[in-house]
């Protein structure tokens, strides 16, 4: 009997491979970022990179986007990240 694999994710920003519930998941949607809505392409980060620099955050957005004209409220991300370890902690 082979047991089920963990779904390993990479954060954007450190290139780090994590747990898929320890990344917050988030999506590029008309140029700004929001949390992962269920539809279309995402990419994630970790709760490190949220709390570091927040210029070198800017670029990993810019590159994965491929723009650098998006918007993003880095304490709506937080505030994401927050409510998401809730819900994990509920279930």
Known sequence: ?????KQVRMCIN???RFSQKEL??????????VKFS?????FY????????DEKKLIKALFR????NKIEFNKQD??????E???NVRKD
């Open 45 to 52: 980060l970790c709760k490190e990179c949220l709390d570091l």
């Open 77 to 82: 991300l937080e505030n994401c990240f927050k």
């Open 38 to 42: 269920g539809k279309g392409r995402s």
């Open 64 to 67: 994965q986007c491929k723009s």
């Open 1 to 5: 009997m082979t047991l089920p694999k």
């Open 84 to 86: 998401k370890i809730v």
């Open 14 to 16: 450190c290139r780090d």
């Open 24 to 33: 917050l998941r988030i999506q590029n949607i008309d140029m700004k970022i």
